[in-house]
């Protein structure tokens, strides 16, 4: 199926091209091209997956219509990928015929390459039928692009050309079952490390070289089946900590060792923990679905040691897999039995306020981009004093699916994907 370009523009409005863009921007406002690339978006939730985009400058305000559309791909297939971007090109995954692909595409919506990433996963159980499609987004790191299929091929990309440089079945070499509703996980890379969780009996965390996939350590400590949520990485209590969420608790891990250095138990009735937990000056947030609802915890470091405490635990915004964001010590998401968009205060846990909805949200110059999962797309002011809107507008459809994928803000654009199609709208404020 090949991918197709439509590109739209409201009445009255023109739009410069991308290159032309970025040449304006240069000499008019003095940005440096160093400024401009430290605003890409190599990696699910962002370069240090807080999914906070760094640009200033974006409407505040949207018209009745929302933000005039530049253009629409078409032919990505069914899938919950949301999108990276690096070096000029935009990447993403899906499913066509039982077959996952990787994407790529420039700027303009021109399809540069399409690869196989092994076979797309299958619903067994009735209730999963509806949820098919690719979910791990791809994962850009020094001109390779790193992919998780749903069935646990793990493959490395050249950017430019999609040339396979390598690849790797999770599940063979790990012993591991396929995941309820296959791997979801977004792959984390630091130097030249790549880590991820197989959730297999020979290993549930792996760190393998990003290079040629070799293995460098492997835990099997902690707890539980696949949790679908991505790694977060920080350093506190004198170690380099990775942390995510299994199917029952909590964790994080030494770098550098693979030991793990503490964990909590942390189960929802569905045994599917699904966010990327938070980490803020010693203390990590959680949330899941299902009525688990919200945790802080204190990671109490002393000697090497380190002992979680828990500040507290609320059954507010007990999030499905919308992300939740920290801004000015202020959380922002989704509950799912407690169903609504929160603002919750870090260190008590005390609602600020709650709107009806739920679904995924990003964060950009101080403006949340809230995306229910029926299709609307509000713009909400980042403050905990009450629920402002700045406009609203129906996404178009892509699919029969929710809209699940997680949007994206990056150079001036808001990428929203929702199952066989990818629209691109113009949030900049410049004329």
């Not at 809107?389 to 990428?415: F, I, N, T």
Request: aromatic content about 12%; charged content about 20%; hydrophobic content about 35%.
């Amino acid at each position: 199926m090949k991918a197709l370009t439509e590109l739209t523009s409201g009445p009255g409005k023109r739009y410069l091209q991308p290159g032309l863009l970025f040449v304006f921007i240069l000499i008019f406002s003095g940005v440096s091209v160093l400024a401009q690339e430290a605003n890409h978006w190599p990696s699910f939730h962002g370069p240090d997956r807080s999914n906070k985009s760094a640009e200033t400058g974006l409407l505040k305000e949207w018209p009745e219509t929302g933000p005039g559309l530049l253009w629409t791909v078409s032919g990505l297939g069914e899938g919950y990928s949301s999108v990276s971007i690096a070096e000029g090109y935009l990447f993403t995954a899906g499913m066509i015929e039982q077959q996952t692909y990787v994407f790529a595409f420039d700027l303009e919506g021109n399809q540069v390459w399409k690869k196989p990433n092994g076979q797309a996963w299958e619903a067994t159980r009735d209730h999963a039928r509806a949820y098919g499609g690719s979910r791990s987004t791809p994962t850009y790191d020094e001109g390779i692009v790193y992919h998780l299929g749903e069935l646990g091929r793990l493959a490395a990309f050249e950017y430019k050309t999609g040339k396979e440089v390598w690849s790797l079945e999770l599940r063979e070499q790990f012993d591991a079952e396929i995941p309820e509703y296959g791997y979801a996980e977004s792959v984390f890379i630091d130097g030249d490390k790549l880590y991820c969780s197989p959730a297999g009996k020979r290993g549930y965390m792996v760190c393998l070289n990003k290079k040629d996939g070799k293995l460098i350590w492997v835990n099997n400590e902690i707890p539980g089946s696949v949790g679908f949520s991505s790694l977060v990485m920080f350093e506190y209590g004198g170690y380099q900590q990775l942390t995510g969420l299994s199917s029952n608790c909590i964790y994080g891990v030494d770098s550098k060792t693979g030991k793990m250095l503490w964990h909590v138990k942390y189960e929802n009735s569905r045994s599917n923990n699904v966010m990327d937990p938070i980490f803020h000056d010693g203390y990590i947030f959680a949330s899941s679905g299902y009525g688990k609802g919200s945790i802080l915890l204190n990671l109490n470091a002393s000697g090497g040691e380190i002992k979680p405490e828990t500040i507290w635990h609320t059954d507010l915004m007990d999030n499905h897999h919308g992300g939740v964001i920290l801004h000015k010590g202020y959380l922002y998401g989704a509950g799912h039995n407690s169903r609504g968009w929160f603002c919750l205060d870090f260190m008590t846990g005390k609602q600020m306020w709650k709107s009806g909805g739920k679904g995924s949200l990003t964060f950009a110059d101080d403006m949340l981009y809230c995306l229910d999962e029926r299709g609307i797309m509000t713009l909400v002011k980042a403050t905990p004093e009450a629920y402002v809107e700045s406009g609203r507008y129906e996404v178009p459809e892509g699919g029969k699916a929710m809209h699940w994928a997680h949007p994206v803000v990056s150079g001036g654009r808001l990428y929203v994907r929702h199952d066989d199609k990818l629209f691109t709208y113009d949030t900049d404020s410049l004329p």
